[in-house]
């Protein structure tokens, strides 16, 4: 086995060299931005608009409400639940903070479009990385595709629209990434690449504790290409000891948030995996779509496929041979072809099969919200599958059929967007509201206060929730305790006939219920109220029930 820059036939040589020539000559400053910034703004207004479109629609849900309310908090809290109970998405939370502390000072509610600004804009940028990736070690058509496959994930766009850390985390694991192929492939090592690499590998940590299976991907990734007779070998082994020196910089960085997660695992909630939950990764990211999801699979073989043939002399000289792919041996980027997919697949690979591992213990990982890492390269190799196709003009037919097959999701996406609706219950408490009502709230350890005052102050009109309301108690004592209150006490009826002495009526709120139990417990306690205060009125979401009890 040879590599593939040894192997090419002095015709094709030449003609390589003559090509690399005529590039350089047309490299005008008209070309650049033709082929660079013109494709690149367009790939982030689109990514933009998608991520854009009714984000401040849908009702933040359960997770998103928690962001808010932990980043809500002043600086020194937030920290103290960051090192205390939530050590993953700590770099999130603490950008959060001072997003919102900026928006509050200019005047802006913390409201669902602007907490989810952040995200949106992040995703988007990663989207601008993906296309940058495409195009600089592959091909314009293949960033093109990569990039557009990605703005429109289903999967992808769930978390640009959500008041998360992937968002960020996706931005940042995208210019690692590009960071480490850049000091892999340049001709003199920049050591603002490394730093660019050390920064964004660490703080994606910081961001998701996910991202270590990502950075794992990587180190197994330079191994490879240090082994495998690529065109990238030589350079590997010669950027080796910097690259160790990164690494171990790296890893010295992530000793804090890694120490803090320990005895703070709080994945018991995901079940194992099964090798259904893996065809299910894949509904997900294909939106669910099976003649879509059956062809991006099948692009992305097909890229490995023709990277195992360009790398093994067997295959590749009778594949060059055919007159239909003649012309691929002419492509300048093609020699770069077979390196490019190894750290792709690695990217996809590695991550996906130890999450699935791992799950099989304590610690859960797999699921779609963390595998979203994997949707950048995934779309990339998929996207790879157009230098392969032989026939000149039918490359842009296949982009644009794969983009309008891929945005078939978009509706269906953007019409179940919303997880919980918490926002039309609170608003009618808000509009039902009289000075001197009670209000009480179950289940408290499932974030029924928690999400109700978080609406109540995103649309301000005087309503707070009661601090002296059976079973309540403020999320933030658990943030800094790991200590949850005494939510039962919101269905003891001697409690609730003390409180109603105090009020004239009141708002017995239910919400997230998590079993069988609750469900008879709750029916008991209205049965109660039924029969000793007068019911006037209700309202019902998938996500809670709001009853309004009047003292007889």
Known sequence: MQSFSKELPSSLEKQRNEDDVSTRRRSLPGRIIMESWLPGLLVVCVALGLNFYRLGDPSLWFDEILS????????????????????????????????????????????ETVVRLPSAICAALSALVVFQMGRRYLSL???????????????????????RSYGLQLLLLCLAWYALLNILTQE????????????????SVYTQIFSLLVLLSQVIAVVCLLVLPTTWRERTRQRFRPLLFCGIVVGILMVPILLASRGNDKTGWIPIPHLNDVLHVFTVISGAQKIYEVILLGLCLLSIIGALCLLFERLRAPLLRLPAFAS??????????????????????????????ISQGSTRLFIPRYLVAIVPPLMLLAGASCMLIPWRYIRPVVIVGALLLASLALPLYYQSAEVEDWQTPTAWLQDHY??????????????????????????????????????????????????????????DTTQLAAYMAQHKRLFFIVARLSSDDQVARV??????????????????????????????
């Not at 029916?523 to 029930?545: C, R």
């Open 434 to 491: 009289q000075d001197g009502d009670g209000m009480v709230c179950y289940d408290n350890d499932q974030g029924c206060e928690v999400g109700i005052e978080y609406y109540l102050r995103a649309y301000p009109t005087g309503v707070t929730f009661p601090e002296d309301a059976p079973g309540a108690f403020p999320w933030v004592h658990y943030d800094t305790t790991n200590q949850l209150g005494d939510s039962e006490s919101a269905l």
């Open 523 to 552: 029916k008991a306690t209205q049965q109660w109220l039924n029969s000793h205060y007068q019911y006037q009125d209700q309202v019902t979401t998938p996500t809670m029930t709001i009853y309004l009890y009047k003292v007889n």
């Open 68 to 111: 808010v309310t932990r980043a809500l908090q002043p600086l020194p809290v937030v920290w103290k639940i960051i090192w205390t109970t939530q050590p993953n998405m700590a770099l999130y939370y603490l950008l959060l903070h001072f997003w919102l502390d900026v928006t509050n000072a200019l005047g802006f509610a913390p409201t």
């Open 141 to 163: 058509s293949v960033a093109l595709l990569a990039s557009g496959l990605y703005a429109v994930n289903a999967l992808q766009l769930t978390y640009a629209q959500e008041t």
């Open 328 to 357: 691929l041996g002419k492509q300048p980027r093609i020699r770069q072809f077979f390196p490019v997919i190894v750290v792709l697949a690695c990217w996809f690979v590695i991550p996906f099969v130890l999450s699935y591992i």
């Open 188 to 203: 003199k090592l920049s050591w603002r690449w490394l730093v660019v690499y050390g920064l964004t590998a660490t703080l």
